[in-house]
């Protein structure tokens, strides 16, 4: 057994000291105890049982957090992680060691325990067969197997040397349509090839789009890739550091004059000559230098009050503030809004025509709570134009001041407008085999950014209202939904050959996915349907209600916070929902001033392929490209001809992991 002093001093490592009766806590020692002398397939199974067996009643919170560590744990266990008693019996548990050396095999074992569990529920296995019977459509016997690729045809097909002809692909976006070749739905087509992935499938609420890539050469045209957009993540300080939203990007432009201030130190002890040569240089880049920073900074400065007035204007007001007190706010207004975020209620006033969720004690908070913070940067910055004049100056200063809350209250209240209308995530990308062997992965990735794509997002959601936003301002909230940039990351951080190397030409310039760094977040993936259920009734059980209700205007990520909510109850460390596997993040620009655009010094967007009425055409020529680039290669791979001759399609079918 480990001393605790050995344990202590290893920082994977992290105690685990649930909030359970005396009864329990000496029933949850005794069980780690006999754990602790099985392996981790064996302490999975002793679980399951131990889970199964147990009788949890309504009205009893502590048989459900006693059952909900037990199915916690099952799943840390399933996912190889390390168990240690100290020798007080005190218990530390620790990520699989396997996972620090990037194992992708073992990672994508551990994803498909949930996805397998989840295959075996009645209703999944009921549409699997449904798609993988044979039926009658049009005179033919199709089943799904008809829109898997046939290998041997392909072969044929490389055989002539001629890749352009190998296959003919095309992107179809799912909508409530079916398919005219097969007669399935298009979006149960969709939704069985996404099963066939290791990684569980989940519904993705708010704005998506779903994608098949198809190959027109073969009878049914099989589907050659899958892809969706959805809603992109709100906090990645990565990306957000790319564009520009972050305080450190507003420090970084003005590192500058403290680095010509020391080279001015640094030539003082240089020769007359080359001293008046370089003290000419260096007043005229000074001068140049201070006219760049005065300019960035009353830019900026403008574009701050600009983000923070339309912020206000998006907010209801008129039950909690005069228009005066919002144009011109005192510490007085500060602390009236302190108040009625504290004690919503105070303020309800049901005379005004506003949606009926904007005056609830819940919208109530979150729109003092917004106009706090907002009126907050307001103030800030009238104060300090009337203490300062230089734009450099006051931007200097607010950069400092309280840790930057300032900038950081401006830049949030730009990103918040844009990220949920501008930015998509590439939540799904990736190829249907046998296509996998001729990288139909990358042209999937490659046709996530082409203007077919573009166009349908702008089309679909140009006139969509924006639901919490409208609650917010107490009336229909509509806002610019033009796409700008798309995001996406790797499942494994060990590299990702889809998206490596990815430039597409466009007319101004190249589309390329760009590296910008690695996840560091948390994440609850790991984490079983059972124990986010049982995690849930016992909240309900100790709340009295639902405190998790995925409504609007609550906050994103549910499970998320779900878990969060769940291990705070149970007494257990944040710590175990924190993502080991770090991921690769990726960055794609679709327009030549995207940046400018999502940092609102541009309105309009200059795209690489312009949206000019020759989508399709356009969306093509990325298809020929890809053949060009990627295609032409592989068609003379021996070894890619060699996985080809041994496919068989029925080796991809779900029914396999039943």
Request: aromatic letters at 8%; charged letters at 30%.
């Amino acid at each position: 057994m480990k001393k605790l002093e050995e344990i202590n001093h290893d920082a994977e490592f992290v105690k685990l000291s649930p909030k359970l009766n005396e009864i329990n806590l000496n029933y949850f020692k005794e069980t780690i105890i006999k754990l602790s002398e099985m392996s981790n397939s064996e302490r999975v199974n002793a679980l399951n049982d131990l889970i199964l067996s147990s009788q949890v009643n309504d009205g009893d919170i502590e048989s459900y957090k006693m059952v909900a560590i037990f199915s916690l744990l099952r799943d840390l266990f399933a996912q190889q992680w390390r168990l240690r008693i100290s020798s007080v019996e005190d218990v530390y548990v620790a990520p699989s060691e396997t996972v620090k050396t990037k194992n992708k095999m073992y990672l994508r074992q551990q994803l498909q325990i949930e996805r397998n569990a989840q295959l075996k529920k009645e209703s999944v296995k009921k549409f699997i067969n449904k798609m993988e019977n044979p039926k009658i459509h049009n005179g033919d016997i199709v089943s799904i197997k008809s829109l898997i690729g046939d290998s041997s045809i392909l072969l044929k097909k490389m055989e002539s040397k001629k890749y352009y002809e190998v296959v003919d692909p095309y992107l179809q976006i799912i909508d409530k349509g079916v398919c005219e070749q097969t007669g399935y739905k298009l979006n149960e087509i969709w939704r069985y090839f996404r099963h066939t992935w290791s990684i569980p499938y989940k519904s993705t609420p708010g704005r998506n789009i779903f994608y098949l890539i198809r190959d027109r050469s073969q009878k049914y045209h099989p589907v050659m890739g899958i892809a969706a957009l959805g809603n992109s993540v709100l906090q990645l300080s990565n990306r957000d550091n790319y564009i520009g939203w972050t305080l450190d990007s507003v420090k970084e432009n003005l590192k500058q004059r403290e680095e010509i201030i020391q080279y001015e130190e640094d030539i003082k002890g240089s020769s007359d000559l080359k001293r008046k040569v370089k003290k000419r240089v260096l007043l005229e880049s000074k001068e140049e230098y201070k006219e760049r920073v005065i300019e960035y900074s009353d830019n900026k400065l403008k574009l701050f009050i600009e983000f923070i007035n339309n912020a206000i204007n998006e907010v209801f007001y008129e039950d909690i503030l005069s228009v005066h007190e919002v144009q011109y706010p005192t510490d007085e207004t500060l602390e009236k809004l302190e108040e009625i975020k504290s004690n919503p209620s105070i303020s309800v006033n049901k005379t005004f025509d506003v949606h009926p969720d904007t005056i609830t004690p819940l919208f109530i908070k979150k729109r003092a709570a917004e106009l706090l913070n907002l009126l907050f940067a307001k103030k800030t910055i009238l104060d300090l134009r009337e203490k300062l004049k230089e734009p450099d100056e006051i931007l200097k200063e607010i950069v400092k001041f309280k840790g930057g809350k300032v900038v950081t209250t401006a830049l949030q209240a730009n990103r918040k407008t844009k990220i949920g209308s501008n930015m998509m995530e590439i939540i799904v990308c990736g190829a249907i085999p046998p296509y996998n062997e001729i990288l139909a992965g990358k042209l999937t990735a490659m046709l996530m950014t082409s203007p077919v794509v573009v166009a349908d997002y702008n089309n679909r959601y140009s006139n969509q209202i924006s639901e919490i936003a409208s609650r917010m301002k107490g009336e229909s909230v509509v806002r610019d939904s033009k796409l700008a940039f798309l995001g996406t990351t790797s499942l494994y951080q060990i590299g990702s050959s889809q998206y490596n190397r990815i430039k597409i030409p466009g007319i101004t310039g190249n589309i390329e996915y760009l590296k910008l760094g690695e996840t560091e977040g948390f994440s609850s993936t790991y984490f079983s349907e059972k124990t986010t259920w049982l995690i849930d009734k016992m909240l309900i059980q100790l709340h009295g209600e639902r405190k998790i209700n995925n409504k609007f205007g609550e906050g994103t990520s549910p499970r998320m916070r779900l878990m969060r909510a769940g291990l705070s109850a149970l007494g257990l460390p944040e710590r175990l929902v924190k993502q080991e596997t770090k991921r690769i993040i990726y960055g794609i620009d679709l327009a030549a001033n995207t940046k400018e655009f999502l940092n609102g010094a541009d309105k309009e967007l200059e795209y690489y392929i312009p949206l000019d009425g020759n989508e399709e055409f356009n969306t093509d020529r990325i298809i020929e490209y890809w053949k060009k680039r990627w295609l032409k290669n592989r068609v003379h791979n021996i070894e890619v001809k060699k996985r080809l001759e041994t496919f068989k399609s029925e080796s991809i079918l779900v029914s396999n992991y039943f």
